[in-house]
């Protein structure tokens, strides 16, 4: 599950990571290093747009968890894993997908490990300045996504109370079958989003 906490009541996003933070390890989940979670939007050239309509927006994104693979998604598309010589090809593909480079939003922080749950608590930043927090909890000895799902809520809710997320949407499509990592990546993609809309900041040539 990946989801987005508020910045509390009268603190910093910083604070609140580490309100967080302090949280789980009074629980006692231990430090396990740190992670990592970057995405860069292309937009279709604009030649290539049909009269009248948006060009589609695609998201390149890695994740420090598979330092191999990087991960291309469409909005509401699919998800395509390959390896990490992909974002060479983006560069020869410049003809058709051009890089939003002021668009770039990344998530990075601190990884936990308590028994069988892995928690990454990340700050989520466009350029130099901190736009939200992101939490990432990973039930690791199950891979059906909704035969563990009330487990999983019961432990956010231990830290996260009452902001603990409800069933991400990416679960209701899976049903009964396996988890992957573009999963996850599609999450992150509609947190980013999510942060963007919030931000409201226009960017040139993109909307």
């Keep these: 599950s990946v989801s987005q906490v508020p910045v509390a009541e009268g603190k910093s996003v910083q604070q609140t990571v580490e309100l967080l ?9 231990d430090k396990q290093g740190t992670f990592g979670v970057d995405c860069e939007t292309y937009h279709t050239a604009a030649a290539l747009g049909t009269q009248g309509q948006p060009g589609k927006l695609m998201y390149v994104m890695h994740n420090s968890e598979y330092p191999l693979s990087c991960f291309a998604l469409f909005e509401n598309g699919p998800c395509l894993v390959a390896d990490a010589n992909f974002d060479t090809l983006m560069v020869k593909l410049k003809g058709f997908f051009q890089n939003a480079k002021a668009n770039k939003i990344e998530s990075r922080g601190t990884r936990y490990q308590y028994c069988d749950f892995l928690v990454k608590l990340g700050t989520v930043t466009m350029g130099p300045s901190a736009r939200g927090i992101s939490v990432e909890v990973e039930y690791c000895p199950c891979v059906i996504a909704n035969d563990c799902w009330n487990l999983l809520m019961e432990f956010m809710q231990s830290f996260m109370g009452s902001h603990t997320p409800g069933l991400p949407s990416v679960f209701g499509s899976k049903h009964d079958s396996t988890y992957s990592p573009g999963d996850t990546m599609v999450q992150y ?7 963007r809309k919030q931000q409201q900041v226009p960017v040139a040539g993109i909307r």
């Excluded at 933070?21 to 989940?29: C, F, I, K, V």
């Excluded at 993609?189 to 942060?195: H, S, Y």
């Design 189 to 195: 993609m509609e947190l980013f989003n999510k942060i």
């Design 21 to 29: 933070a302090r949280r789980l390890e009074a629980l006692g989940a």
